[in-house]
């Protein structure tokens, strides 16, 4: 009886204490979760309001990647970047925003104008496409900026004349931008030309076109014509050898992200070299008449083509690589017969290469109703 | 409740013996040179080859794995699991080990490119600080990494125009190559050296199976192994390559 007693007073030991514990864990479990409370629109300077993460959704572009790059995402980093993005508030007469010249229908690129327009009128380079520009380094067409960051910085006081304490000033004073911040970067919720710069940046990332139909057919879930598949296999063999560059790579980018001369323009010595490109960037001479490579996805919404917009059709570039290197001592080793002006492909194989690189054209990007204009 | 009182005992007295018996060791600077005539390699510079030819090498990066020194009674010391050297960047082509013991080897042992394992792995698994991150442009889909990337421009007809190629994109499980090369190495406390030296000549024009980088089909390969002869020049490559090594 006695060991009876000493049993069920053991046993009811252990349950209290399970209950205890379950009871603290409940209590654990009930803490506030710090990316909704506390309330971001109070002056409390000892928050630690963090904003609600962020996961990209976009499918990834085969079965082998599945892990995008780390990066500090928020929802409301994301919601107040597509705002500053859209909003020609951030030009110096709040006529131009980023989306005026990089538009999503486009790939982010800007229907079709050979060159890049700033308040002063054209410059002299094709607008880039933003397309995955969260897989690039050294950005623009010379690699002059590190950053998303120092890029979007970069390209709105080359082209927009911006002013970061008469941009800050003008967004101060829109009622509607002040909670977004405090949403965005937690309080004070102070307008910093940084903050500015790094929602622009996040919503950037969030730019990924990785379901084209040759994205699709590396995930089974399309299958590749008997043009295309031939048009395949001119690209990434020595046939055509457009992958040493366009490389299918890590994240299949399309761009090995190295700054090349890919034999677009003539020139005996490298001091002959017009259009220097990264060599204004680093000083070296044998940089002179080198450009980023740029990827090859959503080349049917991306026209023109080249840095400086020179070719209209996709045609053109073909026939350019096919049959019309030009010379220049620091041209890219990957030139292949550059003294016979090129590969020659057949007429038949030019149609087949093209018929392959509109399978890289993402519909579903170039309609994401996530990048549009908020404000319409 | 006795036999764990001397096992308790055991363990101290194996504790303390483990302590005393500490080896001494010391730093070992590896060093990753590339020569042509005695002369380090100069990126971008003409170079000309005992054919008279004259080439410019613009890129060179090349992986090596599983890097080990060999001790007289045959036991293992391993150095690093994996490096890529790159001469665009001097960081890259040295590599200091620490606690590395005391005493002599007769034997280092390395892999030219990476091991299938390493090869399976892809360059969003691996650390940011891993060689084979994803902005190491050593990785193709089909292919998987790149062993030896080099890349550059030859004027093989006196034209003084670098107007055809020397491009060697070496890859594929079959191609790995393991090298042991006999070096007696004394291991002395504080800073010790070793080199590992590359001539460029040799890769070339090693007297058994010289590549000839004036016939096209020889001057490019990227390992394709569905087209016969751009194989052949990538196993002859890898071949001449891990041959071209010596340890100083």
Redesign the interface.
């Known amino acids: 009886m006695k060991l009876k007693i000493e049993k069920l007073l053991s046993s009811l030991v252990k349950v209290s204490l399970a209950t205890v514990l379950l009871f603290l864990l409940g209590i654990a479990g009930c803490k506030p979760d710090k990316n909704i409370e506390p309330d971001p629109n109070s002056n409390d300077p000892d928050s630690l309001y963090v904003g609600t993460p962020y996961s990209l959704q976009r499918p990834s572009p085969?079965n082998?990647?599945?892990?995008f790059?780390d990066s500090t995402f928020t929802v409301e980093g994301i919601r107040l970047g597509r705002m500053l993005f859209w909003d020609p508030i951030v030009s110096a007469d709040s006529t131009l925003s980023c989306g005026s010249c990089h538009k999503p229908e486009f790939a982010f690129s800007d229907e079709g104008k050979q060159f890049s327009m700033n308040l002063s009128g054209p410059t002299k380079r094709n607008t880039p496409s933003l397309q995955n520009s969260i897989?690039m380094?050294q950005l623009f067409w010379d690699g002059r900026q590190p950053s998303l960051e120092a890029a979007s910085h970069d390209a709105l006081l080359d082209e927009q004349h911006f002013n970061a304490a008469q941009a800050v000033s003008k967004i101060e004073k829109r009622t509607d931008y002040v909670p977004l911040f405090k949403k965005a970067f937690g309080r004070p919720g102070t307008i910093t030309e940084d903050k500015i710069f790094r929602a622009i940046g996040m919503f950037m990332r969030t730019m990924i076109s990785t379901n084209s139909n040759y994205d699709k057919s590396l995930r089974g879930l399309y299958t590749l014509s008997d043009a295309e598949q031939r048009g395949l296999a001119i690209f990434?063999?020595?046939k055509g050898d457009c992958?040493?560059c366009h490389?299918?790579?890590?994240?299949?980018t399309f761009t090995?992200?190295?700054f090349l001369n890919n034999a677009l323009d003539s020139a005996a010595t490298l001091a002959d070299v017009k259009d220097i490109g990264l060599g204004k960037v680093t000083g070296s001479t044998?940089d002179y008449g080198k450009f980023k490579v740029p990827s090859v996805r959503n080349l049917s919404y991306t026209y023109p083509y080249m840095r400086d917009g020179r070719f209209e059709t996709l045609e053109q570039v073909v026939n350019f690589y096919s049959d019309s290197l030009r010379?220049s001592?620091n041209?890219s080793?990957?030139m292949?017969k550059?003294?016979q002006g090129g590969l020659h492909l057949t007429a038949q194989e030019k149609s087949d290469l093209i018929a392959f690189l509109k399978t890289l054209d993402d519909a579903s990007f170039v309609s994401d109703t996530a990048f549009s204009n908020p404000f319409k | 409740m006795k036999n764990l009182l001397s096992l308790a005992v055991m363990l101290t007295i194996f504790g303390i013996s483990a302590c005393s018996k500490k080896e001494k060791t010391a730093d070992l600077t590896l060093n990753f040179t590339a020569k042509f005539n005695n002369q380090n390699l100069v990126l971008k510079s003409e170079y000309i080859d005992s054919a008279s030819y004259k080439y410019k090498i613009e890129k060179f990066k090349y992986f090596l794995s599983n890097i080990a020194l060999v001790k007289d009674d045959n036991t293992e010391v391993k150095l690093t699991d994996l490096v890529c050297v790159d001469y665009e960047t001097p960081s890259t082509q040295t590599l200091v080990i620490k606690n590395i013991p005391v005493t002599h080897f007769k034997k280092v042992k390395f892999g030219v490119g990476l091991t299938a394992a390493q090869n399976n792995m892809l360059p969003d698994d691996v650390a940011d600080s891993d060689p084979r991150h994803l902005y190491s442009s050593m990785y193709w889909g089909w292919l998987k990494y790149i062993f030896v990337r080099m890349e550059g421009r030859s004027d093989v007809d006196g034209s003084d125009k670098f107007d055809n190629l020397l491009i060697y994109d070496v890859g594929s499980d079959e191609l790995y190559k393991t090298v042991e090369v006999l070096k007696s190495l004394n291991i002395a406390e504080g800073n010790n050296t070793l080199t590992f030296r590359l001539d460029i000549d040799k890769i070339f024009r090693n007297g058994i199976s010289d590549i000839d980088i004036s016939n096209y089909e020889e001057s490019y390969t990227h390992s394709d192994k569905t087209n016969s002869k751009n194989y052949d020049t990538a196993i002859k490559f890898a071949e001449n390559f891990s041959k071209a090594f010596t340890i100083e």
């Not at chain 1, 082998?64 to 892990?67: A, Q, T």
């Not at chain 1, 490389?247 to 299949?252: E, K, N, R």
């Open positions: 085969s082998r990647f599945r892990r790059p897989w380094r990434s063999t020595e992958f040493h490389t299918d790579g890590p994240y299949l090995n992200n190295e044998d010379y001592p041209i080793p990957n292949k550059i003294n």
